[in-house]
T-cell receptor, first 113, second 115 residues
Framework: QQQVKQSPQSLIVQKGGISIINCAYE??????FPWYQQFPGKGPALLIAIRPDVSEKKEGRFTISFNKSAKQFSLHIMDSQPGDSATYFC????????????FGQGTRLTINP | DAGVIQSPRHEVTEMGQEVTLRCKPI?????LFWYRQTMMRGLELLIY????????DSGMPEDRFSAKMPNASFSTLKIQPSEPRDSAVYFC?????????????FGQGTRLTVV
C-alpha cells in the first residue's frame, strides 16, 4: 500500500513533442505528490508538486494532472527539449505524518534533437 | 547554504571491508533520509531521522547496515562487512519537515563499488 507505481521505465520523444509519465498509488492517506528530476551524476531535485485538492498544476512547460478518484497522476512536458533529458521520479507523502517520501521507480526520458 | 554535503563522492572497497558514508544536512532541516539507488530497484529509502531520532529503519537491508545521527549537522551510514551487492549510489537528503514544506534536498550521492 506504500508503493507508487510509475510508467514507462523509459521514454524517447522528439524535440518539440509532449512527454507524458504516469504514476498510480494505493494509499489514500497520501496528500502531497511531488515530481523530482535527476540528471546524471546528480541527486534528484524537486521539479513540481501538487496537492489532491486540485486537478492540475502548471509551471512553465511542466504540468501535473491529478485524478483523485482513479488514484493516478501524471507529468506532462510540453515542447520537450534536449535539456529535459533526465530521469523523472514521481513521489507521494503524508504531510502530517512522518513525511516519508515514497518514490516511483523512475522514468528515463530522452529527447531527440 | 552549500546544500546537503556527502562524502566521499566515490568509494571503491574490497568485499568484507567496512564502509562509512557521511552526510551533512542543510542547517535547520529537521528530517534526514538515506536512500540507495540502483538500476534494478530505483530509489529505496533505507532509514530516516527526525530531530536526530531514527523514525523508520524498515528499509535497512540487513544487520550489516547501520546509521547514526549524533547531532543535527551530521549523519553516517555504515556497512560492515560490505558485499558486492551493496554496490550502488547512496544519497542523503534533508527536509525542513514542517507541514507543506516537505521538499527533500538531495546531496550529490556517494557511488560505492564493492569488488
Amino acid at each position: 500500500q506504500q508503493q507508487v507505481k510509475q510508467s514507462p521505465q523509459s521514454l524517447i520523444v522528439q524535440k518539440g513533442g509532449i512527454s507524458i509519465i504516469n504514476c498510480a498509488y494505493e494509499n489514500t492517506a497520501f496528500d502531497y505528490f511531488p515530481w523530482y528530476q535527476q540528471f546524471p551524476g546528480k541527486g534528484p531535485a524537486l521539479l513540481i508538486a501538487i496537492r489532491p485538492d486540485v486537478s492540475e498544476k502548471k509551471e512553465g512547460r511542466f504540468t501535473i494532472s491529478f485524478n483523485k478518484s482513479a488514484k493516478q497522476f501524471s507529468l506532462h512536458i510540453m515542447d520537450s527539449q534536449p535539456g529535459d533529458s533526465a530521469t523523472y521520479f514521481c513521489a507521494a507523502v503524508i504531510i502530517q505524518g512522518a513525511q516519508k517520501l515514497v518514490f516511483g521507480q523512475g522514468t528515463r526520458l530522452t529527447i531527440n534533437p | 547554504d552549500a546544500g546537503v554535503i556527502q562524502s566521499p563522492r566515490h568509494e571503491v572497497t574490497e568485499m568484507g571491508q567496512e564502509v562509512t558514508l557521511r552526510c551533512k544536512p542543510i542547517s535547520g532541516h529537521n528530517s534526514l533520509f538515506w536512500y540507495r539507488q540502483t538500476m534494478m530497484r530505483g530509489l529505496e529509502l533505507l532509514i530516516y531521522f527526525n530531530n536526530n531520532v531514527p523514525i523508520d529503519d524498515s528499509g535497512m537491508p540487513e544487520d550489516r547496515f547501520s546509521a547514526k545521527m549524533p547531532n543535527a549537522s551530521f549523519s553516517t551510514l555504515k556497512i560492515q562487512p560490505s558485499e558486492p551487492r551493496d554496490s550502488a549510489v547512496y544519497f542523503c537528503a534533508s527536509s525542513p519537515g514542517r507541514g507543506l514544506n516537505t521538499e527533500a534536498f538531495f546531496g550529490q550521492g556517494t557511488r560505492l563499488t564493492v569488488v
